[in-house]
């Protein structure tokens, strides 16, 4: 199985729904019971329109007519399952959500890489892409940060499910105090193979009968079982 190299980073979890006025009157009432599932939640921004808590690996931001949690520094998702189903409970009976118009997950999984090199040439063993044998636009085939980016969409009025790949460098810098550390600052790169798979439902979904946890399981289990018929290890 090509995911057991990967390591699972990022979980989006999305609801789209009519304009709830209910935020208004309940923000404070959804605010307790989230800090009441995820230990450790604080706000960082409280508007009208949203609402938006954090913890350390969960951030989650309960809006108007959009609601999402993000989850990262995951060890897996069957994990965080029974508090996201709790979270989504919480939305559909504060937020008066009898109709959802649209459920997403989506996961991000990263393979890291000592170079863009090697990342590339991970996901070109794949044979899913034809990478160049000339220069073109008048750039350099062995450039340290070419890359290649694919995505795979399967959509239907009901469903949809969007797989994307690519390679790609993330940097991070940062200023230091120089009365604390020897260097001015800090510059930190990371190579990464991505595999990012969204999977969503559309048109009216009936939030009462919804089981966000039943989604879930559902998810892991679709990616698993048809990412190969995409990506030939």
């Given at each position: ?120 040439a991970e996901l070109f063993s794949f044979n899913l892409v034809r990478w160049p044998t ?100």
């Open positions: 199985m090509i995911l057991n190299s990967f390591k699972l980073n990022t979980v989006i979890v999305q609801l789209q729904y009519a304009d709830a006025f209910e935020l208004w009157d309940n923000a404070g009432a959804i605010g307790r019971q989230l800090c009441a599932i995820w230990p450790g939640l604080k706000v960082v921004e409280g508007q009208p329109q949203n609402q938006t808590l954090k913890a350390n690996g969960v951030t989650i931001r309960t809006g108007f007519s959009v609601s999402t949690i993000t989850l990262s520094n995951l060890t897996s998702l069957e994990s965080k399952i029974n508090q996201v189903q709790e979270t989504f409970d919480v939305w559909r009976k504060m937020l008066a959500l009898g109709e959802v118009k649209r459920i997403s997950t989506r996961g991000i999984h990263v393979k890291e890489f000592l170079s863009m090199k090697d990342a590339n000339t220069k073109v636009f008048d750039q350099p085939l062995e450039a340290e940060l070419n890359g290649v980016e694919m995505l795979y969409r399967f959509e239907d009025r009901n469903s949809f499910s969007v797989l994307r790949l690519k390679a790609e460098r993330l940097e991070y810098e940062a200023e230091l105090n120089t009365d604390f550390f020897e260097e001015p600052a800090i510059h930190k790169s990371k190579n990464h193979l991505v595999i990012d798979f969204d999977r969503g439902l559309l048109g009216t979904i009936n939030a009462d009968k919804f089981r966000m946890d039943d989604w879930l399981k559902g998810y892991q289990h679709v990616l698993r079982r048809d990412i190969e018929k995409v990506i030939k290890d």
